[in-house]
């Protein structure tokens, strides 16, 4: 159990003192770390961030172009049963689709609907289906739209960054595979210093932040420090 005891004017010296030393970076061995240089620079390869198809899904809202035919070409929302509804193909499940495998069901259904060679085009305008959670003690929780590739760090600045409470050591994610649940724990300390691998989050993931109970009580104490007449110790555990 660590302990802080804090009794007045000479601890606090101490903690300034201790708060004055350099940070350490610590991280694994592959890792190379530059002290008070400049980084390289990176190539055209590592300034594109490697693309994941994206899923169909309901609120999804697609432009669909037919080459030549103006009519059969339209703009549709995908509905809450994951469906669409065109002229000479009628309605078509597409959610869990990527546009490229959609395309393929378009043209297949409208030669088969005696179109001459179709040339389909499908474009995402608004992409809603995709989506992640932030909750817990970040500065703006909520629901966020799940834009390319995220990570938990971008996830957590995607809410605002972590609150003065936030327990970051404790930082859980939530995923459903296969219809089971699944919780990874992880150290937002430990990321930054490179530790390990920013994981990916990835749609309908659930991101807590921990909250630190003792530096709550510790916010709350100091605010009523000026009332306090008698020397003041605070056990942290």
Known sequence: MNQKLITGGASIAVLLCSACSAPELVGRPDL???ENKPLPEPVREDLVIPPRPYVLGPSDNLNIDVFGIPELSKSVTVDLTGQIALPLVGQLQVSGLTTGELT???EKKLRQAHVLDPQVTVNIANAA???FTVDGSVAKPGVF????RMSLMRAIAQAAGTTEFAR???VVVFRTVEGKRYAALYDLRAIRQGMYDDPEIFSNDIVYVGDSQARRLFRD???AAPLITTPLIILLR
């Open 168 to 170: 970051e050591n404790y």
């Open 32 to 34: 190379a770390i530059y």
């Open 221 to 223: 104490i100091i605010t």
């Open 104 to 106: 393929s069901v378009l």
């Open 129 to 131: 289906s995709q989506i």
């Open 145 to 148: 739209p799940l834009a390319g």
